[in-house]
């Protein structure tokens, strides 16, 4: 199949630091490029690929001190992909909705994976006015506060199977928090749950430009008055693997609805069990008792943290390997490209010269 992936641009492809979309982005195209599939990325100019690159900014616009809006940036991007929009059999966009309004002539071989948070009451009137364009959700938890939308399936995400390498005897006793610095994402809950329990914590996290308030307030105060907590700030994937592969736990101690959580999956595919705040997706995400364990308030997260810690590690890497690999991810997307109507028509059309000679010769 001739397949374009529309990235986001606010991180390169994959991203040096965090950017759980554009990681995701770069496992699923590179994985249908070694399945033999013609895929072309649009992306930052920095982006790294097997695929054909189309360079839709110089660099990921995070890293351009001169960007103030990316608005702009990205609807140019959306215009350069419907100009070339015919070329492709499927389009797969992953930059929520803002190309919705201009692919309606060929959505039919469109599907948007929706990686954001769906329950804010702004998104509610957009998807009412555009109920026919096909979606794709990354848990089913994500769904919920949705209208009724095309909804073409739930994929959950998954990751290339040596990237982040197995560690079954983790050299050091610490917990681990990674991700973002705001309130939904609980970082205060991880220093809380360490406190307790009387163990190291290491955080690797970014603090956006919209959570520094919260960081100065908040965070970094109890990171300075807790001589156990360390702030390593943000982290590139070798040191990821080093990250999660020597914590004894990974703290998702989350207070929102979490559309997936990635790094879920990154702790477990380094043999790390989680403990993990029932929110949102992580019911969907976390075996509970195999791969982690699921928790509903903070005495439970104290009380449970040694059942985590006692978890089989290889246990942990085994359910990464049943249901979170990239590979998996490529044939379930594969299955709803195969699926969508202007596909059917396209390999219907193109059956159709071949069985009407077929049928000529017959008669003949």
Not at 22 to 44: C, K, P
Not at 327 to 344: A, F, H, K, S
Request: charged share 25%.
């Amino acid at each position: 199949m001739k397949i374009a992936q529309i990235a986001p641009l606010a991180e390169r492809v994959p991203p040096k630091l965090y950017g759980g979309t554009e990681r995701i982005v770069s496992y699923l195209t590179e994985e249908l490029v070694r399945q033999g599939h013609d895929v072309t990325l649009f992306a930052s100019g920095d982006s790294l690929t097997k695929a054909k690159l189309v360079p839709c900014s110089e660099v990921a616009l995070r890293l351009n001190a001169a960007v103030s809006d990316p608005i702009p940036h990205l609807a140019a991007m959306i215009e350069e992909v419907r100009r070339h929009a015919q070329e492709f059999d499927v389009l797969h966009f992953h930059i929520e909705f803002l190309h919705f309004p201009l692919i309606r002539d060929f959505a039919d071989r469109t599907v948007t994976t929706l990686h954001g948070r769906l329950d804010l009451p702004d998104l509610q009137p957009f998807y009412r006015a555009f109920p026919e364009i096909p979606v794709v959700s990354i848990s089913n938890d994500q769904r919920q506060p949705m209208p009724p939308v095309n909804w073409r399936g739930t994929v959950y995400h998954g990751l290339d199977e040596n990237v982040l390498p197995f560690t079954e005897k983790p050299h050091s006793g610490y917990l681990a928090f990674l991700g973002r610095i705001s309130p939904e994402k609980g970082a205060d809950r991880a220093i809380e749950i360490a406190d307790r329990v009387g163990m190291r914590l290491k955080i690797a996290a970014k603090v956006d430009t919209q959570d520094k308030c919260y960081w100065q307030t908040v965070i970094e105060p109890m990171v300075a008055s807790h001589p156990n907590v360390e702030y390593m700030g943000e982290i590139d994937e070798r040191e990821k693997a080093d990250f999660l592969g020597n914590a004894a736990a990974m703290l998702f101690p989350i207070d929102w609805p979490e559309p997936f959580g990635l790094v879920m999956i990154e702790s477990m595919a380094c043999g790390t069990p989680v403990l993990a705040f029932r929110c949102g997706s992580a019911p969907e995400v976390i075996d509970d008792g195999v791969s982690g364990i699921l928790v509903d308030t903070m005495p439970e997260a104290i009380e449970k943290l040694e059942a985590v810690l006692s978890l089989d590690r290889r246990k942990v890497r085994g359910a990464f390997e049943r249901r979170f690999t990239a590979e998996r991810m490529t044939q379930d997307y594969l299955e709803i490209y195969r699926n969508l109507p202007g596909v059917c028509r396209q390999a219907a059309a193109a059956h159709a010269p071949e069985e009407e000679s077929i049928a000529l010769k017959v008669a003949w």
